[in-house]
T-cell receptor, first 113, second 113 residues
């Protein structure tokens, strides 16, 4: 059973548009949700993260919206740039599990100029 | 200067052989982890260590053995290699094992023939 699900699998947007990447989770004990991005042949890098004490986290063009009741979150990328083209992973961890991150399968984002 | 070093970058092995993947971090972190990424599976947690002690093991096979000779080292020994072990293995670290941001190393790409 997959604990963290992401959709869509791939997404293409035009430069300047808003990309919306979705994530849902099963385990109600998860309470830390980082998003990582990964460029081809590189390692994952932390983009932005949220804890359920808030339902929104913003960092420049990147915003996480969090819905604890529905166990869903989404990453919004406004004014998308070609340099944003990457694979985006939603991850989650709980207060038990010694910081074990459970990753979704990722969304491949392509921003066309 | 790279803060997390993984050696080697690429590794080709024959089925049944044994290899050691090296990881050193120079971030002053107390927790270290191993993750695996393959075409078949998303980023998958393997082990977490805190102050050189094993905290969590999600790897079913005993063929995978982490080794921590120093606080900033966490190597991964893999015995009796199988083609299915082919993947990129990422080492990561965080300040502590309590939902701190995890930073990923560049990875070792392993191919088992």
């Amino acid at each position: 059973q997959q604990q963290v699900r992401q959709s869509p699998q791939s997404l293409t947007v035009w430069e300047g548009e808003t990309a919306i990447l979705n994530c849902s989770y099963e385990d109600s004990t998860f309470d830390y949700f980082p998003w990582y991005w990964q460029f081809p042949r590189e390692s994952p890098a932390l983009l932005i993260a949220i804890r359920p004490v808030s339902n929104k986290k913003e960092d420049g063009r990147f915003t996480i919206f969090f819905n604890k009741r529905e166990k869903k979150l989404s990453l919004h990328i406004t004014d998308s740039q070609p340099g944003d083209s990457a694979t985006y992973f939603c991850a989650a961890s709980g207060d038990s599990g010694y910081n074990k991150l459970t990753f979704g399968k990722g969304t491949v984002l392509l921003v066309s100029p | 200067d790279p803060k997390i070093i993984q050696k080697p970058k690429y590794l080709v092995a024959v089925t049944g052989s044994e290899k050691i993947l090296i990881c050193e971090q120079y971030l002053g972190h107390n927790a270290m982890y191993w993750y695996r990424q393959s075409a078949k599976k998303p980023l998958e947690f393997m082990f977490s260590y805190s102050y050189q002690k094993l905290m969590d093991n999600q790897t079913a096979s005993s063929r995978f053995q982490p080794q921590s000779s120093k606080k900033n080292h966490l190597d991964l020994q893999i015995t009796a290699l199988k083609p299915d072990d082919s993947a990129t293995y990422f080492c990561a670290s965080s300040q502590d094992a309590n939902q701190d941001t995890q930073y990923f190393g560049p990875g070792t790409r392993l191919l088992v023939l």
